[in-house]
């Protein structure tokens, strides 16, 4: 298992490397300039401005001292904000989209999985139908829609919540269920069909042969081999819930990573589209990685297979 | 011998979108202690639907029972509720399923699924169920058990996973143990082994067992009686002797004529023409009359009775009745049934010989 996982972040490493080249060469393939976005400047300023960057050096040098820079954890200072160091950017956004990201993903999985559990149960009831419309809307929506409907009806129309800002978990509630409608759905969908196909299997039948209660069927039996493809989807899951940040941040003002990304990109603040793509990469990669070992753990059929190599 | 369970008049339907499937339509039969009555019939005769209904298995919707009793203990099985019926399972009544490979719960180590009725049946602590489930392993001749219960189903080959749910069934010393084509699944050496383990351990617990097969060499092998299904009903019932050697039933006939056997080199097989009745639409008359060639003209207007033959031997055919012309099981058959007396295919705890 150790070495399993140490071959992973081996892996882990050579897949950042090959992001961080590719996104520094599209960068320098990238049209415009992030000097002459908003203030007029002069040849001779900009020469200036760009020996400070060290913008002015041949490519393949400032791609080596990108890399150099970059193993010693040092991500280059932002062009427009106040030159602060990407890194400190980053420190202080990611904490509010983390917030934001596991309040939706706990949400809306522990949601949707109740959703479907209790669809699968009462199979063909209201019940499921209610849950199979909920998972349609959410998976075919997308997750601006619904922030844009909340903060209509509920913020603008009710009054009852702040429809901008972070500043308190009032703040925090609409974006969260937005950004948690994609989970729910996917959850209860994966959950319903799992359930019903587990629940219909042989093991099932001698489990109740065995004279085991209902409860230990649902949850000791049927539960936990229902969750396993569930697992599978968590990534993508995550992912989503990822590039759903963008947008959502942008719609609510939340000052988090998504929002500064959309931001930097405007605004063509290389230092910053790296440090934040990088940083998009490692935590999807890190995810994958989390997923393959829940996955051994839930399914003592992958443990075995990762164990022995 | 004692009875220990008695089946009365049993229906079970099925509500499909199609209609109602009368799966089962009036079973009746006992079960003594310490024998083993073994279920014999084409596919779909509602040999399982039947077993399952007796440990009240059958998946309801679309399954129900319509009608009967299952007499166990005192008790009505067929109106008992589902809480008290938990009790019964896997103590009193338990099951072994056809296919080794899909009956254990694939992530749950092999020793918490024997020790899981264990706890909840005769409220063993842990390590009691535990080191009762070394010996369960043991009794049913897998090697190590110790280290084995920690391990998961998919580490087992497919005779050794039969034997695990042989252990998970006999864990709680059941009265009644019900085989759904335990073999089927397996190779024809483990086979063996496996038909040879399930005698040893009746000889042990003395319990009684429900044998389904389509193999009637096994049904000869580890059987005292035999009930034969055609359509959701049985129709002839007997001693493995009487059923080899005087069956009475043209279904029965046409079963061992189709039966191969190892010295059958004079007469091929003899297949049984048509197939099964559609259960949605049950004929009015008997099932197997429109498949039977000695049918009556009464046979497409009445169903049979149940005509006794001995004290122990049954059949469902007007053939019996006695206005009825005689009629003798075709040739082949007649070999076939000289044939099984003479290598004595038959079992030979009876001992009498027709
Ligand atoms: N869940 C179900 N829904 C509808 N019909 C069913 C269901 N289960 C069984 N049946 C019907 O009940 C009848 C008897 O089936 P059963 O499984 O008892 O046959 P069997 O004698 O065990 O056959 P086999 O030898 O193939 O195992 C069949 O006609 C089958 O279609
Ligand atoms: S009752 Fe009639 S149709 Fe049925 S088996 Fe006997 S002879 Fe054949
Ligand atoms: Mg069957």
Do not use: C
């Given at each position: 298992m150790v070495r399993y996982i140490l071959q992973r972040l081996g892996y882990m490493l050579l897949t950042l490397f090959l992001i961080a080249t590719f996104s520094f060469f599209l960068m320098k393939m990238l049209p415009g300039s992030p000097m002459k976005a908003?203030?007029?400047?002069?040849?001779?300023?900009?020469?200036?401005?760009?020996?400070?960057?060290?913008?002015?050096?041949?490519?393949?040098?400032?791609?080596?001292?990108?890399?150099?820079?970059?193993?010693?954890?040092?991500?280059?200072?932002?062009?427009?904000?106040?030159?602060?160091?990407?890194?400190?950017?980053?420190?202080?956004?990611?904490?509010?989209?983390?917030?934001?990201?596991?309040?939706?993903?706990?949400?809306?999985?522990?949601?949707?999985?109740?959703?479907?559990?209790?669809?699968?149960?009462?199979?063909?009831?209201?019940?499921?139908?209610?849950?199979?419309?909920?998972?349609?809307?959410?998976?075919?929506?997308?997750?601006?829609?619904?922030?844009?409907?909340?903060?209509?009806?509920?913020?603008?129309?009710?009054?009852?919540?702040?429809?901008?800002?972070?500043?308190?978990?009032?703040?925090?509630?609409?974006?969260?269920?937005?950004?948690?409608?994609?989970?729910?759905?996917?959850?209860?969908?994966?959950?319903?069909?799992?359930?019903?196909?587990?629940?219909?299997?042989?093991?099932?039948?001698?489990?109740?042969?065995?004279?085991?209660?209902?409860?230990?069927?649902?949850?000791?039996?049927?539960?936990?081999?229902?969750?396993?493809?569930?697992?599978?989807?968590?990534?993508?899951?995550?992912?989503?819930?990822?590039?759903?940040?963008?947008?959502?941040?942008?719609?609510?003002?939340?000052?988090?990573?998504?929002?500064?990304?959309?931001?930097?990109?405007?605004?063509?603040?290389?230092?910053?589209?790296?440090?934040?793509?990088?940083?998009?990469?490692?935590?999807?990669?890190?995810?994958?990685?989390?997923?393959?070992?829940?996955?051994?753990?839930?399914?003592?059929?992958?443990?075995?297979?990762?164990?022995?190599? | 011998m004692d009875k220990i369970l008695e089946v009365n008049d049993l229906h079970i339907s099925f509500d499909t979108y199609g209609g109602e499937v009368k799966a089962v339509r009036g079973v009746t039969f006992d079960l003594k202690k310490g024998e083993t009555l073994a279920i014999v019939g084409e596919s779909g005769s509602g040999k399982s639907v039947t077993t399952r209904a007796l440990a009240r298995l059958i998946p309801s919707p679309p399954g129900r029972i319509k009608q009967g009793e299952i007499l166990f203990d005192g008790k009505d099985l067929a109106k008992l509720k589902e809480k008290e019926m938990q009790q019964i399972r896997g103590k009193d009544i338990s099951t072994i399923f056809q296919d080794p490979m899909t009956s254990l719960n694939p992530t749950m180590k092999i020793g918490n699924q024997i020790m899981e009725g264990l706890i909840k049946h005769q409220k063993m602590s842990r390590a009691q169920a535990k080191s009762r489930a070394i010996e369960l392993l043991e009794l049913v001749g897998l090697p190590n058990p110790t280290e084995r219960i920690n391990q998961y189903p998919h580490q087992f080959s497919g005779g050794q996973r039969q034997r695990v749910v042989i252990a998970i069934a006999l864990a709680c010393n059941p009265k009644i143990l019900i085989a759904d084509e335990p073999t089927t699944a397996l190779d024809v050496t483990i086979q063996a082994q496996i038909l040879e383990l399930m005698k040893d351990i009746q000889k042990k617990t003395e319990s009684s067992i429900i044998f389904i097969t389509h193999d009637l060499g096994v049904v000869a092998n580890v059987a005292d009686r035999v009930a034969v299904m055609y359509a959701g009903k049985i129709v002839e019932i007997g001693t493995v002797d009487e059923i080899f050697y005087n069956p009475k039933h043209p279904y029965t006939w046409g079963l061992l004529g189709s039966m191969p056997t190892l010295d059958n080199t004079e007469d091929s097989l003899i297949a049984i023409p048509g197939s099964p009745p559609d259960m949605l639409k049950p004929p009015k008359g008997d099932a197997f009359a429109p498949r039977n060639e000695y049918a009556l003209e009464i046979d497409k207007e009445m169903e049979p009775p149940m005509f006794k033959v001995s004290d122990t031997h049954y059949a469902a055919t007007w053939l019996l009745h006695e206005y009825a012309p005689d009629i003798e099981p075709p040739e082949a058959v007649k070999r076939r049934m000289k044939g099984f007396a003479k290598t004595g295919a038959g079992n030979s705890k009876e001992g009498e010989r027709p």
């Open positions: 908003e203030q007029k400047l002069s040849e001779a300023q900009l020469e200036i401005l760009y020996e400070k960057y060290n913008l002015d050096d041949p490519v393949p040098v400032q791609y080596i001292n990108y890399l150099g820079n970059l193993a010693q954890g040092d991500l280059g200072v932002s062009f427009q904000m106040n030159n602060q160091p990407v890194t400190a950017l980053l420190a202080s956004r990611i904490p509010v989209s983390a917030h934001l990201g596991f309040q939706a993903m706990i949400l809306g999985t522990i949601l949707g999985m109740l959703l479907g559990l209790v669809a699968a149960v009462r199979n063909n009831s209201w019940i499921d139908y209610t849950s199979n419309v909920i998972s349609v809307i959410g998976i075919s929506i997308p997750s601006f829609i619904f922030a844009g409907l909340l903060q209509y009806f509920v913020g603008v129309k009710l009054g009852l919540l702040p429809i901008a800002f972070w500043e308190g978990f009032q703040h925090t509630i609409m974006p969260t269920i937005a950004l948690a409608i994609f989970p729910l759905a996917i959850a209860a969908r994966f959950l319903r069909t799992e359930m019903i196909e587990v629940l219909g299997s042989d093991y099932i039948v001698t489990a109740r042969a065995k004279g085991v209660t209902k409860g230990g069927i649902m949850f000791k039996h049927g539960l936990r081999n229902a969750l396993i493809p569930l697992v599978t989807v968590m990534g993508p899951m995550a992912v989503s819930l990822m590039t759903g940040t963008l947008v959502i941040e942008q719609i609510f003002s939340i000052p988090g990573i998504g929002e500064q990304f959309v931001t930097s990109v405007t605004t063509n603040d290389f230092p910053v589209i790296m440090g934040t793509t990088l940083f998009f990469a490692f935590f999807f990669i890190l995810i994958i990685l989390v997923i393959d070992i829940l996955y051994g753990i839930i399914d003592p059929r992958i443990r075995l297979a990762g164990g022995k190599d | -």
